[in-house]
């Protein structure tokens, strides 16, 4: 599946759409894959799941939470870093109520994306559900703070997009359905297309700050270089392409959706870069991994 971005990178552009704003965050409201999922998927059948060491081995308490990661993802950094609290918890976990989500709500679902075909290879939520999820906690957000408080909340909080990985790497390039339908590019386009209609859909309910993020070296993936027999476990250059490619369509849209909604203010948080350096160059980074 999709890996974890590192925090700091997201941080940095939300902190730019916020100073621009010049507004305050009231609470970080994520959409998206494994990349950021709280542990959404422990509440459904699917075996994609991360509720098991060693899996939040540097968690508060050293328990595994279904974030992927060894500790906290991305949406808890920025929260924390906002002046909210450490971490954002997932929607569907039974541990939370409303008071909880009022400052912050994960819909995030790990393996999906943005086709509905995407989601269910593993049998997870599809984007469409995650936006279903967030017309219904608008309602319990009106009803435990008013009408008033509430929509001031949600014009105010962050929105967070992280997916897409999964589009290609779990569906398009394994399965013959939509390579038969689409080129690689019309299949951008395709994606493209149902991002920008998401970010109208919540537009419309009342978001107005958006960060969209675009796609890692997902050629230089641990899966994908350990299947890479043929390139000797090297990066696939063809997919570092295509979602190179594919970050500069997401970058068209988001000036595009910046002149055609009012009020609307969104971010590409374009994670390619700085991930290749880290790649290339870990030891500038830290430590080297041991052997």
């Not at 595994?64 to 906002?82: Q, Y």
């Not at 909604?261 to 991994?289: A, C, M």
């Amino acid at each position: 599946m999709a890996h974890m971005y590192t925090p700091w990178f997201f941080f940095v552009q939300l902190l730019i759409l916020v100073a621009e704003s010049r507004a305050k965050v009231p609470a970080l409201i994520v959409f998206g894959d494994s990349t950021v999922d709280a542990g959404n998927n422990n509440q459904i059948s699917t075996v994609l799941k991360s509720n098991f060491v060693p899996y939040g081995r540097d968690f508060a308490g050293g328990r595994p939470t279904g974030r992927f990661s060894n500790g906290r993802i991305p949406p808890d950094f920025i929260s924390e870093a906002f002046g909210l609290k450490p971490t954002v918890p997932a929607y569907l976990d039974p541990n939370y109520n409303i008071s909880d989500f009022a400052t912050g709500v994960n819909f995030a679902s790990a393996g999906t994306g943005y086709d509905n075909q995407t989601s269910d290879v593993l049998s997870v939520i599809p984007l469409w559900k995650e936006l279903e999820y967030y017309k219904e906690y608008q309602k319990k957000l009106r009803a435990y703070l008013g009408e008033e408080k509430a929509n001031e909340i949600l014009s105010e909080s962050l929105y967070l997009m992280s997916l897409g990985t999964n589009d290609f790497l779990e569906n398009y390039y394994i399965f013959s359905g939509r390579p038969s339908q689409y080129t690689v590019r019309q299949y951008e386009d395709f994606l493209v297309g149902i991002a920008g209609n998401f970010i109208k859909e919540i537009y419309s309910l009342g978001a107005r700050k958006v960060s969209l993020g675009g796609l890692p070296p997902m050629g230089c993936l641990p899966l994908e270089r350990t299947t890479n027999f043929f390139g000797g476990s090297e990066c696939i250059e063809r997919y570092n392409n295509v979602a190179m490619e594919f970050n500069g369509k997401l970058n068209t849209l988001v000036g595009k959706l910046n002149k055609q909604l009012p009020g609307i203010k969104v971010v590409l948080s374009n994670p390619y870069s700085i991930l290749l350096q880290i790649i290339r160059k870990p030891s500038s980074y830290g430590k080297p991994p041991l052997n």
